[in-house]
């Protein structure tokens, strides 16, 4: 049984920051590209930013280049998105998500797992 569990999300300040975590359990060896999306009242889900297992390429939304850093810790199966400079619009349920070999990083369907999710308030 694949499992992704997130955490880290909360309330903060415009300016602040705060780093999410991902830990997945199960069959994690067919995890090739972790990704994190989110989604906000009356929105659809966007992609915020992925990195795959082979060379660690990392790719991210153009929102949030610059601010935020995605990371994975193989030996902990865990993905950490470190949210930095955070606005009032990153308002949103952030979401993590584990795709195989070929996953287009910023196409939410093309995920196989995903996590309940945490929420993140910014406020201004």
């Known amino acids: 049984q694949v499992q992704l569990v997130e955490s880290g999300g909360g309330l903060v300040q415009a300016g602040g920051s705060l780093r999410l975590s991902c830990a997945a359990s199960?069959?994690?060896?067919?995890?090739?590209?972790m990704g994190w999306f989110r989604q906000a009242p009356g929105k659809e889900r966007e992609s915020v930013a992925a990195?795959?297992?082979?060379?660690?390429?990392?790719y991210y939304a153009d929102s949030v280049k610059g601010r935020f850093t995605i990371s994975r810790d193989s030996a902990k199966n865990t993905v950490y998105l470190q949210m930095n400079s955070l606005k009032p619009e990153d308002t949103a349920v952030y979401y993590c998500?584990?795709?195989?070999?070929?996953?287009?990083?910023?196409?939410?369907?093309?995920?196989?797992?995903w996590g309940q999710g945490t929420q993140v308030t910014v406020s201004s």
């Open positions: 990195i795959v297992s082979s060379g660690g390429s990392t």
């Open positions: 998500a584990a795709g195989g070999y070929g996953t287009t990083w910023y196409v939410p369907n093309k995920y196989n797992y």
């Open positions: 199960g069959r994690t060896n067919i995890f090739y590209t």
